[in-house]
């Protein structure tokens, strides 16, 4: 079925950027590029996933594992922060590597005259990004997208006109890095740079001749009627009024755990082998490939807002401006919507490093937060629209993130707290650190990173009821993260298993002396994954028909784990006591995983666990709660788990209004791309839920969104989701399904079961609201299973 939006789903600008936030992305999840849209000069900023500082090695503090009993003994005496003074002069490590830029193309457009009508664009349907402009009665129409099934940046130029004015231009690659340009065959320019070995210390770059990761990036152009040719490390075009221009990169990063070969010809071959099958298929057919490619996931999903307002007719950036003070333009954040999804195609897709803190775009060789993996919220949310979002192949990159980390993790959990599994704590980079970083305890010390990651697995199992990802796969890392979480298990004084020492994610709370810490036991972040790991691992088992001592060790520790508690406020602790809070209006709400992306609070089990989340939000958000971008995504799927629409839209708005950058990349502040996603996945759970065994319709429906459609979303369960609606009341849903299972559909609390006959699939069904609310299924279609 093909979910095409019939709304322009369009960036565009009267100008040329004029500062990297406000250039637009292109990516095919290896290649990324940021596009400036100039005119006499255009610059696109370049970037490969795969090139870091650093180099493989797993830095282990060996005085961690000498440290921990004692630590233990101060917590349990209740002495919390002399434990945190010795965590941080004795258990933490060093600073993950970063995320590099690979360089810059420059395309100098040599012609005289004034430039008018211009307009800029990037068209999400297609993943291509436009210039166009007028200088003396000729047009001028610049292409460029990513091709991910050609690995190239395609870029063609064309002039139109009476006279069809010829094309000059002058291109060139530059680098931050150490770099030396030479002459390729076939009029092609090869930049080859060096990364750093480390960017660690303040103020410090440090590169070296024999340790590091190297890179090549290759360009060619082709002209049919013009001339090219290569003059003081540029290529020149001229006389032409088509050109194209190709660009592809490598660097000589091989895994993780292995040293990479300085001898550069292999990557050479590569890039000319790249670039002599894309001059092969030419630039249309290029194009074309690139579209069926990109498309293939991009139109599996449409949402539709009806709206009366028509701000698309204005730059994108002036409809940013005009909803910070409005905030009606929902058409806006229908674009938002499908704007995170494009971001994950172009910076996540298989084979591909998983997406970090800024997806694959960065021009700094010291980025923020070194542009890493940072585990304890902000990469699981990168990943929260790929399951709902029908975008589950570009979850692929993460899992396989997930098994690199149970490698370093095993060495991590045995030196550090001589335990079995795998442990990753809150920093990550290319070579898979999974060691605590240096810094202080509130954020350096939490072990639980591998274990919040393998709640992805089970989650694309329970979407996909893939039975071999499950088995060789899935269950096999859910095992080894619930090993570790056995063995750092101890018995508290209340003759629970709690975690300790523990820390919360990144906040702290005062001790009863009025000292600020952020080390205790048992936070109620830690007892939560800890009990949905060991929880899934046995449904898992069961689905695998698996019996073992393992499974008794989960089922033992399960019924032992320290419970929830709720304060005498009536709102849900954080910590095992009730401390108060260091800052009350703490960004990360670690706590309230139970409610998302957890489902361990629910309104039909635990429904004074709800209220109790309710009362912690509102504390919370009194006291300033949700200023980042991330973390007012986080609030809104809050929000839609507690079906209230009012607070899950006004921090939808809250998201766009304060924390957009003007080419929609979530500003944090600064960028990091979590906020994107997490917007994204957000509106998604407004429309969809599944987490409790039925396919909720329409749970948190904002008032705004009286009218609309979407298509395409999937469920838990092996199903897809179309649903249409009319002041603000379901009126149609149709619900396909390619497993044997049945469907449990439920909206505004009314139910209908739809059961799959043996030897058939659920194909569609196809449900009305009658005038009471209540489901109605109007036809079932099945199909044989072969």
Known sequence: MDHTNKNELKLWYKAPAEKWEEALPLGNGRLGAMVFGGTKVEKLQLNEDTLWSGEPGENINKQANFTLDRVRELV??????????????????????????????????????????????????????????????????????????????AIRVKSYGQECSPIRLRIQLDSLHPHKINEGKDNSLILSGQSPISVKNPGEILYDDHRGLRFQIHIQGKTNKGELSITNDALEISGDNEVMVLLTAKTNFTKFNEVPDPDLAGIQKQCQDILANANYWGYEELKHRHLVDYQSLFHRVSLSLDHEQQY???????????????????????????????????????????????????????????SDYTTNINTEMNYWPAEVCNLTECHDPLFDLIEDLSITGQKTAKELYGARGFAVHHNVDLWRM?????????????????????????????????????????????????????DWLVEGPEGYLVTNPSTSPENKFLTYDGQST???YASTMDMTLMRELFQTCLQASKQLNIEDDFLEE???????????????????????????????????????????????????????????????????????????????????????????????????????????????????????????????????????????????????????????????????????????????????????????????????????KIESEEGTVLTTNTIKVDSNSKLIVLSVEKSKID
């Open 76 to 153: 349990f005496n209740g002495k919390y922060a002399e434990a945190e003074q010795l965590i941080e002069s004795k258990m933490v490590g060093e600073d993950s590597e970063a995320y590099q830029p690979l360089g810059d193309l420059l395309i100098e457009h040599i012609v005289e005259g004034d430039v008018i009508d211009f307009r800029r664009e990037l068209d999400l349907q297609t993943a291509v990004a436009l210039t166009e402009y007028k200088i003396n009665d000729a047009t001028y129409r610049r292409e460029a997208f990513i091709s991910h099934p050609d690995q190239v940046l």
């Open 312 to 370: 698309e007719k204005l730059p994108t950036n002036e409809r940013l401006e005009i909803y910070k003070t409005n905030r009606d333009d929902i058409a806006l954040e229908a674009l938002y919507f499908q704007y995170g999804r494009y971001l994950l195609i172009s910076s996540s897709r298989p084979g591909t490093q998983a997406a970090n803190l800024q997806g694959i775009w960065n021009p700094f060789i010291k980025p923020p937060w070194n």
């Open 434 to 486: 999974s060691t605590p970083s240096s810094g202080q305890a509130s954020w350096a010390f939490w072990p639980m990173a591998g274990v919040w990651l393998a709640s992805h697995l089970w989650e694309h199992y329970l979407f996909t009821l893939d039975n071999k990802f499950l088995e060789e796969k899935a269950y096999p890392l859910m095992k080894e993260a619930a090993q570790f979480c056995l």
């Open 518 to 520: 952020a080390v205790s």
């Open 554 to 752: 989960v089922s033992e520790a399960l019924e032992r784990l320290a419970p929830y508690k709720i304060n005498k406020a009536g709102r849900l602790q954080e910590w095992i006591e009730d401390f108060a809070e260091h800052e009350p209006g703490h960004r990360h709400v670690s706590h309230l995983y139970g409610l998302y992306p957890g489902n361990q609070i629910n309104r039909k089990q635990t429904p004074n666990l709800v209220e109790a989340v309710r009362n912690t939000l509102t504390y919370r958000l009194e006291n300033g709660g949700g200023h980042t971008g991330w973390s007012c995504a986080w609030l809104i799927h809050l929000f839609a788990r507690l079906h209230d629409p009012i607070n899950a839209h006004d921090y939808l708005q809250t998201l766009l209004a304060r924390s957009t950058h003007p080419n929609l990349f979530d500003d944090h502040p600064p960028f990091q791309i979590d906020g994107n996603f997490g917007g994204t996945s957000g509106i998604a759970e407004m429309l969809v839920q599944s987490h409790l065994g039925e396919i909720e319709l329409l749970p948190a429906l904002p008032k705004a969104w009286k009218n609309g459609r979407v298509s395409g979303l999937k469920a838990r369960g092996g199903f897809e989701v179309t649903i249409e609606w009319a002041d603000g009341q379901l009126t149609l849903a149709e619900i396909s399904s390619t497993k044997q299972t049945d469907a449990i559909v439920s909206y505004n609390n009314q139910q209908v």
